[in-house]
């Protein structure tokens, strides 16, 4: 089980852009989380990927609390949560062939050895041609990047997946490769997977519930005003 329990998070501890946020995804199961824009979905996205420490509150992975976050949390637990963001440009590194962007998390836990099975295994997968396994992020398309993205978020086969409107900016045939990518590695691995976006449409096609930011983050009833007397 993937929970989100009473979530407080953001950037400015006196004003926190996510309150109160709680959330279950069970295993094999696919949530749409939806929300308008700059509500919060991608700083609580990035709490879920275990990359944003909350104010208050807990992510709780297969029953267990955690209680360290980005690069101090337990490797078993970072490893557990794959993530693809919106923009495949912010989250690549420019310098890396789209090859070695793919292997990056296999070196960075010392599995250098499966590095070429992995990765040959994941282009076909995402749909990526040997020569564009070659090139690097700015001789690609947005599209051929964000496939390469979601190859690096599958590559250590995570229990969880968080997409956080990880087909916004793309195509309708892009989109629906992209979704048939997550779908194919969700059928063979029973992961879950936790969407987030705006797009109603297709959030409710691709998942097996879509919940409002409105129910997530539950207004909490104002604390009653003392009169005197
Ligand atoms: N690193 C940051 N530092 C300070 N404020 C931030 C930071 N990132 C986001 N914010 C603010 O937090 C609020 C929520 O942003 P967030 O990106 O989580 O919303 P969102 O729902 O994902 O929006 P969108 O759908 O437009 O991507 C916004 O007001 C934004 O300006």
Redesign the pocket.
């Known amino acids: 089980m993937l929970e989100l329990r009473d979530v407080t998070a953001?950037?400015d501890r006196r004003a926190p852009?996510v309150r109160n946020a709680t959330l279950t995804v069970a295993p094999g199961e696919a949530v749409g989380l939806l929300?308008p824009?700059?509500?919060?979905?991608?700083?609580?996205a990035r709490v879920t990927a275990l990359l944003h420490r909350p104010d208050s509150g807990h992510v709780v992975l297969d029953g267990a609390p955690v209680h360290r976050y980005r690069h101090r949390a337990p490797r078993a637990q970072r490893t557990a949560v794959g993530v693809v963001f919106?923009q495949p440009r912010l989250s690549a590194d420019p310098r890396l062939r789209l090859t070695d962007l793919i292997a990056e998390p296999l070196r960075a836990t010392g599995r250098r050895s499966s590095v070429p099975e992995r990765v040959a295994e994941l282009a076909g997968t995402v749909g990526l041609t040997p020569d564009l396994l070659t090139r690097r992020p700015h001789e690609v398309s947005d599209g051929q990047l964000q496939r390469a993205c979601l190859a690096r978020a599958l590559v250590l086969r995570p229990r969880w997946l968080v997409c956080d409107?990880m087909t916004a900016m793309l195509d309708a045939s892009t989109t629906a490769a992209l979704v048939r990518a997550v779908e194919d590695y969700r059928t063979a691995t029973g992961a879950g997977l936790l969407a987030v976006g705006?797009d109603r449409l297709l959030l409710n096609r691709w998942c097996d519930r879509t919940v409002h930011w409105d129910t997530v983050t539950p207004k909490r009833a104002p604390m009653p005003v003392r009169t005197p007397g």
Request: aromatic content about 6%; some cysteine.
């Open positions: 953001g950037y852009v929300g824009s700059g509500c919060g979905k991608s700083t609580l919106q409107e705006h």
